[in-house]
């Protein structure tokens, strides 16, 4: 049974920073994406990060590049943890954000996917930013 649990939301002021973890089990492929969603009210939901653990490449959405980063770390057996390190937050950034993992991507593919390409979500996390 696969899991994908999502922490570290909260409220914070413009300004602000903020660190999302994302606990996921390891899944029996040699690689796959893990990626960063999130939706605002009215939004559709967009991808804000991703990273491929072939190689631990990263992508990030043009409204958050220098402002968000993610890493994962991969010590433990049986989960991997992803984080989202969130800097100079604005109240656009005001969302549900939700983890996600491709399985299925080729691996020169990984982080290519698009938003039905991600089968396995988790419950997401609420981060708030208002002064």
């Known amino acids: 049974q696969y899991r994908i649990v999502e922490s570290g939301g909260g409220l914070v002021q413009p300004g602000g920073s903020l660190r999302l973890s994302c606990v996921a089990s390891k899944f029996r492929q040699d690689y796959y994406a893990i990626a960063w969603f999130r939706q605002a009210p009215g939004k559709e939901r967009e991808e804000v990060s991703c990273?491929?653990?072939?190689?631990?490449?990263?992508?990030?959405?043009d409204s958050v590049k220098g402002r968000f980063t993610v890493s994962i770390d991969n010590a433990e057996n049986t989960v991997n943890t992803v984080y989202l390190q969130m800097n100079a937050l604005t109240p656009e950034d005001t969302a549900v954000y939700y983890c996600?993992?491709?399985?299925?991507?080729?691996?020169?593919?990984?982080?290519?996917?698009?938003?039905?390409?991600?089968?396995?979500w988790g419950q997401g996390t609420q981060v708030t930013v208002s002064s």
């Open positions: 996600a993992v491709d399985v299925t991507a080729p691996r020169a593919e990984l982080c290519r996917g698009t938003l039905s390409d991600y089968v396995f």
């Open positions: 990273l491929a653990t072939s190689d631990g490449s990263t992508t990030y959405a």
